[in-house]
């Protein structure tokens, strides 16, 4: 449980910028990374750093995965080492990263720990059935977990998120709640500004590379008319592109989203076709949000509305 003087977040940078943040090197732990007399909070990926911090906005916070991405992603000794002096671990669920968390859990020996799936905070009927989606080794079943994608989704989060913080610490439940609901203000925003975006577009239509953005055209009144692969950065067969170029063709589809975490191969493949040469489809990138680029600035608690406005405006260009 949350100590009552304790109100800070923390979330594990990946990779090599870990080292330099952290102040270890290699594997020495001689460098405590947690503050002092703060509460000491584990995330799992950027977008959840984001709202917890919002939370809580006098938290000293850290990204446990960075620039890898949730998908496949195994958790390392130092992992697992710093969430065993963790108070609360926040994660995704909905099988985007049970794979990790849950034996990360076991093997912290952290017996006090507070876990957190923040998306099992969204209520059923906001939530995409799907029959599978395959992210390399693993696969996810029951529902899309991209839910930090969508405002509506992302506001049922926060409020969950600040409800377990409420219950782990009542001394700040309060400050914990009022938190959520000007936070969720701006999530209001955010989804008014993407309507209005896309208000006049005729044909509200986009492609995706992967997967991922189901919630986010949802939101907006945006139709994903199909996704060109299965498997993120895979190759997608020449059976499966004539396949698609016809229906591009059939459901007047002009635009191709791709994602800067992954190949554009096969989306190139797509437009380059000779049976689309009279009307060559745009492409676009969207960023799932699933890893923070540094050139984008600074991973702090405004990131994921200006990267979501960014996605917003980079797609309302296209669309026409």
């Known amino acids: 449980m949350i100590g009552p003087k304790r109100v800070v977040f923390w979330v594990l940078l990946a990779g090599a910028s870990v080292a330099a943040a952290l102040g270890l090197s290699g594997c020495s732990h001689e460098t405590d990374p947690w503050p002092p007399g703060k509460p000491r909070v584990l995330a799992t990926f950027p977008p959840l750093y984001c709202f917890t911090r919002n939370i809580a906005p006098d938290a000293a916070v850290l990204c446990m995965i ?3 991405g949730p998908h496949g992603r195994e958790f390392k000794s130092r992992d697992v080492l710093l969430l065993r002096e963790a108070d609360l671990f926040v994660a995704n669920g909905l099988g985007l990263d049970e794979h990790f968390t ?11 720990l507070v876990f957190i799936e923040a998306g099992e905070g969204v209520p059923e009927n906001q939530l995409r059935e799907v029959k599978e989606i395959v992210h390399g080794d693993h696969t996810h079943t029951g529902f899309d977990p991209h839910v930090w994608l969508g405002p509506p989704q992302a506001r049922e989060m926060v409020r969950y ?4 913080m409420a219950k782990a610490d009542p001394e700040h439940a309060e400050q914990y709640r009022r938190n959520a609901k000007d936070y969720a203000k701006q999530l209001d925003e955010l989804e008014d500004y993407g309507k209005k975006a896309f208000a006049n577009k005729k044909n509200r239509k986009f492609a995706t590379e992967h997967d991922s953005m189901y919630y986010f055209a949802r939101a907006f009144g945006l139709t994903v008319a199909f996704t ?30 791709v994602e800067p975490q992954y190949g554009q191969s096969s989306a190139d493949a797509l437009i380059n076709s000779r049976s689309l040469a009279a009307k060559r489809p745009t492409k676009v990138t969207l960023d799932p949000l699933e890893t923070f680029n540094p050139d984008d600035g600074e991973l702090d608690a405004g990131w994921y509305v200006r990267k979501m406005r960014q996605n917003i405006d980079t797609l309302a260009k296209a669309l026409k």
């Open 66 to 68: 960075e620039q890898e």
């Open 102 to 112: 849950r034996r990360m859990r076991n093997s912290s020996g952290n017996h006090k």
């Open 161 to 164: 998120l600040a409800e377990k």
């Open 228 to 257: 060109i692969q299965d498997t993120p950065g895979g190759e997608v067969p020449s059976v499966r592109l004539s396949e698609l170029t016809k229906k591009m063709l059939d459901e007047d589809v002009h635009v191709i989203a």
